[in-house]
T-cell receptor, first 112, second 112 residues
Framework: SQQGEEDPQALSIQEGENATMNCSYK?????LQWYRQNSGRGLVHLIL?????REKHSGRLRVTLDTSKKSSSLLITASRAADTASYFC????????????FGTGTRLQVTL | DAGVIQSPRHEVTEMGQEVTLRCKPI?????LFWYRQTMMRGLELLIY????????DSGMPEDRFSAKMPNASFSTLKIQPSEPRDSAVYFC??????????FGPGTRLTVL
């Protein structure tokens, strides 16, 4: 079953705007990861945040983690048309990446 | 490195036929995962291997599905006999302990 639930399911914004996606999960985790999937392609890892971290940055990506609320958010700043994709959160309870549980995904559409 | 390699990329078969999907993980990765993705059920973990040994096959839907990893560089997922409800995109992913997963491009299976 999918532990992570992303919100919103779909998001449409204009190029240059910021996009925020949220993920909620149910059980304790070692880390949480975000992946991107372009249409018809495999998932690509974006960023990993550990349970003892609260915020992490990578280029135009900013991830936050609130373990008390069992939630995470992914912010993409100054979005581009190339950011159009589905975004998934995945939780890792063991810390070995041996069994990730993926959420349902957010479909992001960035228009010119 | 060429990344995770999957074959075939597309497979169309008739109900009742045997289907074999193939995966070559990234060299040096010791864990391999098979996922299935559908619109209705999202991304589901079917089975994963550590050091060529199946660790968790609880996601395998039924006995018609089987997976093997005879060596560190090759794995197969077999469906026999196939049914229309098996139509999906099947992904293989690999990882080293404690890091993110690397996904292949997927095999789009259509069972008529």
């Amino acid at each position: 079953s999918q532990q992570g639930e992303e919100d919103p399911q779909a998001l449409s914004i204009q190029e240059g705007e910021n996009a925020t996606m949220n993920c909620s999960y149910k059980t304790s985790i070692n880390n949480l990861q975000w992946y991107r999937q372009n249409s018809g392609r495999g998932l690509v890892h974006l960023i990993l945040i550990r349970s003892n971290e609260r915020e992490k940055h990578s280029g135009r990506l900013r991830v936050t983690l609130d373990t008390s609320k069992k939630s995470s958010s992914l912010l993409i700043t100054a979005s581009r048309a190339a950011d159009t994709a589905s975004y998934f959160c995945a939780t890792d309870a063991s810390g070995t990446a041996s069994k990730l549980t993926f959420g349902t995904g957010t479909r992001l559409q960035v228009t010119l | 490195d060429a990344g995770v390699i999957q074959s075939p990329r597309h497979e169309v078969t008739e109900m009742g036929q045997e289907v074999t999907l193939r995966c070559k993980p990234i060299s040096g990765h010791n864990s391999l995962f098979w996922y299935r993705q559908t619109m209705m059920r999202g991304l589901e973990l079917l089975i994963y291997f550590n050091n060529n040994v199946p660790i968790d096959d609880s996601g395998m839907p039924e006995d018609r599905f089987s997976a093997k990893m005879p060596n560190a560089s090759f794995s197969t997922l077999k469906i026999q006999p196939s049914e229309p409800r098996d139509s999906a995109v099947y992904f293989c992913a690999s990882t080293t302990r404690g890091s993110e997963q690397f996904f292949g491009p997927g095999t789009r299976l259509t069972v008529l």
